[in-house]
């Protein structure tokens, strides 16, 4: 009797097992699709366009007006060390805080895995920039309708990121508009890329649709490794406006820090 009960669990484990691996066989194939939403705040601040000020570490306030950046170049690792690359053509998001559904990125026709990175580009790389404007397809198109070109002509190139508003400082009492436009700056590119390893599994399957919460720090851009004082860039009482020079490369490293994840949801479709 002893033995036949042994005998029964163990055809019984065995035929669990192979169900189990055959589910999940079956479950990861086909493709699905994923969602990464942004939320953009400011060193633990809530973000509200022209709304109540935010310090930084410099001894100025901010209130911002404009913030907008290219997200692009989406690269998913799996599990197993594989990656899917979006397709390139598809892979221009313009974020724009004052239209909330920019700021969720739609993927689909993504190979089903349990995914555990993202990698995504601030900015438009070089390779694609150097095809020329006709190698754009509507980028360039939709880079102009946004405000995110650094001139009306093709050589100005994009602006990767526009963050604009007013401050004050200790030497600065009225309130005084800064520009801050990160793009190609004579011989600096400053496109960069950012590697989030994620909490939780993305699962992508024909079944659910993964969703990435992402928070963006926006006082990284000024305010980050790199300390950007606006006030040191207020010409002449006229505004500080950052778009070229040394400051630059430096914003763009203080961009790669700037995003961090929040969570993942994975919620059936």
């Known amino acids: 009797m002893k ?23 079956a479950t990861i194939s086909g493709i699905g699709s994923l969602k990464i939403q942004i939320e953009n705040g400011f060193a633990g601040d809530a973000v509200v366009l022209g709304g109540a000020t935010l310090p930084t570490s410099n001894a100025e306030t901010l209130k911002i007006s404009t913030i907008k950046y290219i997200i692009s170049n989406i690269v998913l690792t799996n599990e197993d ?33 349990n ?43 994009y602006k990767f990121l526009d963050f604009d508003g007013t401050f004050t400082s200790s030497t600065v009492a009225n309130d005084t508009s800064f520009m801050v436009y990160n793009g190609k700056s004579g011989a600096n590119y400053n496109y960069t ?21 992402l928070s963006a720090d926006l006082s990284q851009i000024i305010d980050g490794t790199n300390k950007i004082s606006l006030t ?16 630059l490369p430096l914003i763009t490293a203080n961009l790669a820090n700037m995003f961090s994840v929040e969570h993942v949801h994975n919620d059936p479709n």
């Open 3 to 25: 033995n036949i009960i042994k005998n029964t669990i163990a055809i019984l484990a065995v035929a669990i097992s192979l169900v189990s691996c055959s589910s999940s066989d």
């Open 81 to 113: 060390g594989t990656t899917f690359t979006y397709p390139k053509s598809e892979s221009y998001f313009i974020v724009d805080e004052e239209t909330p559904a920019s700021l969720i990125l739609n993927l689909s026709n993504i190979p089903a895995g």
């Open 115 to 157: 995914y555990t990175k993202v990698k995504f580009g601030i900015g438009v790389d070089e390779s694609q920039f150097s095809m020329g404007a006709t190698g754009q397809g509507d980028l360039w198109t939709r880079a102009q309708a946004a405000g995110m070109t650094m001139s009306g002509s093709w050589s100005g190139g």
């Open 193 to 213: 890329e950012v590697v989030l390893s994620l909490p939780t599994n993305a699962l992508v399957r024909t079944t659910i649709s993964p969703q990435i919460h």
């Open 232 to 247: 040191a860039n207020n010409m002449m009482g006229m505004g500080a406006m950052i778009m070229s020079g040394s400051n």
